[in-house]
């Protein structure tokens, strides 16, 4: 299994990145957004100056606010703010996406209002496609640069997380997968709950022993709750 045909649809700072490291692995990537603006700039000086202003973008990342281009996608990247993947899956849903295509959320963060992760309200209206997770310590500028990260991609379906982990890996890009979607997601979007904590912590002058017990005691508990919650 490869993926030839990548569509990101969400044109902010973390789309545009992760199709600037798609474009590098693939004939041509296209990168659906909402700003006409945006897409025209993008695709007339190969610069997103919006969103990641100091990178230039290949010219083989095609940018557009055509949603139906999500039909043609073997990978379709959720790459929009949490509180954007309902809406966004009601506007696909209809499009008749195939059920052979890989879904790959790219969000970090739970639904206030029901508690759901990204992928399973993705799932809530794709039942049929595979649904999988990307996530990790990336910030989207460094993607963009080439400069050295790893991700962790949760998939149900090891030959499709096979082939996730094919497309994410460069010598510079490490990618690590597993089955454990929920923990996946849940990991990405609780820990920065910690990361204030530990700010805090700091703010307070409260030295390294507080500050190494309270990240001890959070993965400890980030644990605990992906455990109890599915993970």
């Known amino acids: ?15 545009t990145a992760l199709s600037v490291f798609l474009a590098n692995k693939c004939p041509e990537v296209h990168l659906v957004g909402r700003d006409e603006k945006v897409a025209t700039a993008i695709n007339t000086t190969h610069r997103n100056e919006r969103y990641l202003p100091d990178s230039t973008l290949p010219e083989n990342l095609i940018a557009t606010t055509d949603l ?4 043609k996608a073997d990978l379709l990247l959720f790459v929009v703010p949490t509180r954007a993947t309902r809406s966004t899956a ?11 295509a890989v879904i790959l959320s790219c969000a970090k963060g739970i639904e206030l209002e029901t508690g759901k992760r990204m992928s399973e309200i993705i799932g809530d209206y794709f039942p049929r496609n595979q649904i999988a997770v990307l996530s990790g310590p990336n910030h989207a500028e460094e993607i ?13 379906n090891e030959e499709v997380g ?16 597993n089955h454990d979607i929920a923990g996946i997601e849940l990991g990405g979007a609780i820990k920065n709950v910690y990361a204030i904590a530990a700010g805090v912590t700091m703010g307070l002058k409260l030295g ?10 959070a993965l400890a508990e980030m644990t605990r709750l992906g455990t109890d919650l599915g993970g």
């Open 1 to 15: 299994m490869k993926f030839q045909h990548p569509v990101v649809v969400g044109s902010g700072s973390w789309g």
């Open 68 to 71: 139906s281009l999500v039909t």
């Open 90 to 100: 009601k506007k696909l849903v209809s499009l008749n996406i195939p059920e052979s």
């Open 144 to 156: 963009a640069e080439g400069l050295p990260a790893a991700a962790t991609i949760g998939c149900s």
């Open 162 to 177: 096979l082939a996730l982990q094919d497309i994410f890996a460069t010598d510079r890009f490490r990618s690590y997968t």
């Open 208 to 217: 390294d022993n507080a500050i190494s017990a309270l990240v001890t005691r």
